[in-house]
């Protein structure tokens, strides 16, 4: 069985930092691309930030320039610096990953998602 475990959600003030970091864990033979989004109540949920296993990256234009995606792949961990919060990255997090586990099947797997609240 393959899991997914995101760590590091919590209460911050605004322009105040977190690092989410989203490990997995099982019969893993290889991992693609690995993402993390969020949601908040009545909204669909959105990408934050991609990785893909060669290093490139892509953003939310709302976290461009505040978030930094990036992996350990001796880990099989991705990791979210998010630096300068503002109330509306408000939401629970979660991250997928493209695994391909022995014998050759490719799934997307989630983890269970961890919040995120930026308050005064």
């Known amino acids: 069985q393959v899991q997914l475990v995101e760590s590091g959600g919590g209460l911050v003030q605004p322009g105040e930092s977190l690092r989410l970091s989203c490990a997995a864990s099982g019969s893993i033979r290889s991992i693609g691309a690995m993402a993390w989004y969020r949601q908040t109540a009545g909204k669909q949920r959105e990408l934050v930030a991609e990785?893909?296993?060669?290093?490139?990256?892509d953003y939310a234009d709302s976290v461009k320039g505040r978030f930094t995606i990036s992996r350990d792949n001796a880990k099989n961990t991705v990791y979210l610096q998010m630096n300068s919060l503002k109330p509306e990255d408000t939401a629970v997090y979660s991250c997928n990953a493209f695994i391909q586990v022995p014998f050759g099947t490719w799934k997307l797997y989630w983890g269970q998602g961890t919040q995120v609240t930026v308050s005064s």
């Open positions: 990785i893909r296993s060669g290093g490139n990256t």
